[in-house]
């Protein structure tokens, strides 16, 4: 028993080393930022369309699916999408390395494991978006909307024993979330991650009012996405349950809904460009 554990000590000591030297090197560095900046680049297409769509110039509500199907159609759409997808795996890698190397030091308390954690769900959520790229790609399986995958895997869940509960736990958690992007933003909370110091006072000034508007629009979605979650769960009905696309859609049908999703689509372009800061300012 004795020799196992040593065996199993020496084997997690020699996979942290490992990881250690990954996060270490400069090519993971370079990964990251083209990572933080395809991500800007997919969120600002999301946004564009959907403000086009606001103020009758064309366009459509959609998500970071649809916006890779957006830049496939356009010229050279081939390329550009295969490039996204590698940003998208550099993405991805950072976002492991930060949650299973610590390398930004949250430590094993039960707060640094929680952001460690989102850190690792983060990577897995824009792991599928990688996917999704090179589904496209190679013209296999049309991936579904957001909202289409909302709805079956919260079909799934109500299946379950205590799903009813676990949905509500789910579609709470989410707003949680957004109300934590909306504070994020308004406290400007992101600047303590970024080395601002040597470019000078705009780029401080942007970095900070494109962060706190981006956050708080993305935050906003968050919020709308997990009121339908726990509204689809409350009437045993999937079909309510609603993705990016249907939250940005959502928010055209009101009074003021023109002005509703082009206040929030807007902010979703800033949120983009405050992520090619953070492609060049984040503190590695």
Same mark, same amino acid.
């Not at 080393?17 to 996060?23: L, Q």
């Not at 366009?59 to 996204?84: C, H, Q, S, Y």
């Not at 990577?123 to 579904?144: H, Q, R, S």
């Given at each position: 028993m004795a020799k196992t554990t040593q065996a199993t000590k020496k084997v997690k000591k020699k996979a942290e =080393?490992?990881?250690? /030297? &990954?996060?270490a090197n400069p090519w993971m560095e370079r990964l990251a930022r083209f990572g933080y900046a395809t991500k800007g680049i997919v969120f600002? &297409?999301?946004?564009?369309?959907? *403000?086009? +769509?606001a103020?009758?110039?064309?366009?459509? *509500? +959609?998500?970071?699916?649809?916006?890779?199907?957006? !830049? /496939?159609?356009?010229?050279?759409?081939?390329? =550009?999408?295969?490039? &996204? =997808?590698?940003?998208?795996?550099?993405?991805?890698?950072?976002?492991?390395? #930060?949650? %299973?190397a610590d390398v930004e030091r949250k430590g094993k308390k039960l707060k640094g494991l929680a952001v460690r954690f989102g850190y690792f769900a983060?990577?897995?959520?824009?792991?599928?978006?990688?996917? +999704? =790229?090179?589904?496209?790609?190679?013209? %296999?399986?049309?991936?579904?909307s957001s909202s289409d995958k909302e709805e079956q895997w919260l079909a799934r869940l109500l299946a379950l024993p @205590?799903?009813?509960?676990?949905?509500?736990?789910?579609g709470a958690s989410v707003i949680g979330f957004g109300l934590? #992007? !909306?504070?994020?933003?308004?406290?400007?909370?992101?600047?303590?991650?970024l080395k601002l110091g040597a470019q000078g006072s705009n780029t401080e000034a942007w970095a900070r009012w494109s962060g706190r508007i981006g956050y708080a629009s993305r935050?906003?979605? @968050?919020? &709308?996405?997990? @009121?339908?979650?726990? #509204?689809?769960?409350?009437? @045993?009905?999937p079909v309510e349950a609603k993705g990016l696309d249907q939250a940005l859609a959502t928010l055209a049908q009101n009074r003021y809904g023109s002005w509703t999703l082009g206040t929030v689509s807007i902010g979703l372009i800033i949120y983009g460009f405050y992520m090619l800061v953070e492609a060049r300012s984040h503190r590695m």
């Open positions: =080393a490992a990881i250690d /030297e &990954v996060a600002i &297409v999301v946004g564009a369309l959907a *403000t086009l +769509t103020f009758g110039l064309g366009g459509e *509500t +959609t998500d970071t699916r649809g916006a890779l199907r957006e !830049i /496939e159609n356009k010229p050279f759409g081939k390329v =550009a999408l295969a490039t &996204v =997808a590698f940003g998208l795996i550099g993405y991805v890698l950072w976002r492991w390395v #930060q949650a %299973v983060s990577g897995t959520v824009y792991a599928g978006l990688a996917l +999704t =790229a090179a589904k496209i790609l190679i013209d %296999v399986d049309e991936p579904d @205590f799903g009813y509960w676990l949905a509500l736990i789910i934590y #992007q !909306i504070y994020k933003g308004v406290r400007a909370k992101f600047l303590k991650r935050g906003v979605l @968050f919020c &709308v996405i997990g @009121f339908f979650i726990i #509204q689809a769960a409350r009437h @045993f009905n």
